[in-house]
């Protein structure tokens, strides 16, 4: 059964980092592609971050040049490095496949960022 399970998240201070991980099972792991996404209060979920399985990257532009995301095949890991985080990156994050299994998201994870 595919699953995701994202953690990492917490409370941060404008123009700190956090590092948010997500194992990912059920499926062929090394040749999927994923992408993390959040959904702030009162807005639709958007991504935020996708990688390829040949590890090609692509960003919103909302992050480009402070967010940098990753995968680990052996330990079917992805993982997003946030960098001088904004208040307005407050969210829960989440990941899943890209294209996403609508069925299939997560508990996602919460980040706050305090101005």
């Known amino acids: 059964q595919v699953q995701f399970v994202e953690s990492g998240g917490g409370l941060v201070q404008a123009g700190g980092s956090l590092r948010l991980s997500c194992a990912a099972s059920?499926?062929?792991?090394?040749?999927?592609?994923f992408g993390w996404y959040r959904q702030a209060p009162g807005n639709q979920r958007e991504w935020v971050a996708i990688i390829t399985s040949g590890r090609t990257t692509k960003y919103a532009d909302s992050v480009k040049g402070r967010f940098s995301i990753a995968r680990d095949n052996a330990e079917k890991a992805v993982v997003l490095q946030m960098n001088s985080l904004k208040p307005e990156d407050t969210a829960v994050y989440y990941c899943n496949a890209s294209p996403y299994f609508e069925n299939h998201w997560g508990q996602g994870t919460q980040v706050t960022v305090s101005s």
């Open positions: 059920g499926m062929s792991f090394s040749l999927s592609s």
